[in-house]
Nanobody, 115 residues
Framework: QVQLVESGGRLVQAGGSLRLSCAAS????????LAWFRQAPGKEREFVSV???????TYSDSVKGRFTISRDNAKNTLYLQMNNLKPEDTAIYYC?????????WGQGTQVTVSS
């Protein structure tokens, strides 16, 4: 059974940094495009960043220049380095893996940024 397990979320002050991790039990991890989404209270889930199998990275305008996505195929792990955090970054962060018709989501990790 495929599992994506996020970790690293916690309470942090504005201006601080966090690194989220997403460990995946995918046999062909390197073939997958991997992404981070987030969902704030009362809002829809929104795209944050994606990294392709060839390591092409894309970011939403709201996090560009502050967040960095990366992957370690040897460890089957996706990362999100978040710097200069703002209160509006408060959300549950989810990782997503996509390869063809195969789509998997993690359960999420809570990030709370206090002002």
């Amino acid at each position: 059974q495929v599992q994506l397990v996020e970790s690293g979320g916690r309470l942090v002050q504005a201006g601080g940094s966090l690194r989220l991790s997403c460990a995946a039990s995918l046999r062909t991890f390197s073939n997958y495009a991997l992404a981070w989404f987030r969902q704030a209270p009362g809002k829809e889930r929104e795209f944050v960043s994606v990294i392709s199998r060839l390591c092409v990275m894309t970011y939403s305008d709201s996090v560009k220049g502050r967040f960095t996505i990366s992957r370690d195929n040897a460890k089957n792990t996706l990362y999100l380095q978040m710097n200069n955090l703002k209160p509006e970054d408060t959300a549950i962060y989810y990782c997503k893996a996509v390869f063809g018709i195969n789509i998997y989501w993690g359960q999420g990790t809570q990030v709370t940024v206090s002002s």
